[in-house]
């Protein structure tokens, strides 16, 4: 009986720190407010781009050039529910992309799409990008949150992190 008694409080305790995980970023905050709370830490590009979905200036063209250069649609649009891009611009190596899937399950393909944007960057004409590129590139980040992909390139990307975990209070 002891072994039985002992055995539930063991699964009890397993289940009870398995299922007490890391909170994810509420579903209904906006990928503009996450891309801010990454961009608080650290120093950012002064000259820069934006792109949201509120303003609705990012369609599949010009998605498809900012993924991978390539002069076609891109389908990964249709799963976007929210996305807010934040892109250094001419020399600065510096990039904070927060994309928000329709379905969870889809995050996949947006990681894909993120791989892409890489690979891309890594791809392109060094010697227009500052001193740090191959370091920033190196320690770039791409992760998942629930719904959303995120893509950080930026001089402190544990600090951008760090920042971003207060909207899960």
């Known amino acids: 009986m002891k072994k039985i008694i002992v055995l539930l409080m063991a699964l009890t305790l397993l289940f009870t720190v398995g299922c007490g995980g890391e909170k994810s970023f509420p579903d209904n905050l906006s990928c503009e407010d996450i891309v801010a709370a990454y961009q608080s830490a650290g120093e950012k590009p002064e000259y820069e781009k934006f792109y949201r979905k509120s303003e609705n200036n990012l369609d599949a063209f010009s998605m498809s050039l900012w993924a991978d250069g390539s002069f076609q649609e891109c389908d990964e649009l249709e799963l976007l529910e929210d996305y807010a891009i934040y892109l250094g611009s001419g020399a600065d190596t510096y990039e904070v992309t927060v994309l928000k899937a329709k379905n969870e399950a889809d995050t996949e393909k947006l990681i894909d799409l993120i791989k892409r944007r890489k690979k891309t960057l890594e791809n392109g004409d060094k010697g227009m990008y500052d ?9 770039s980040v791409v992760k998942t949150d629930g719904k959303f992909v995120i893509f950080l390139i930026t001089d402190d990307n544990d600090a951008a992190i760090k920042a971003a975990e207060k909207l899960k209070e």
């Open 131 to 139: 001193q740090s590129f191959e370091t920033k590139m190196a320690n």
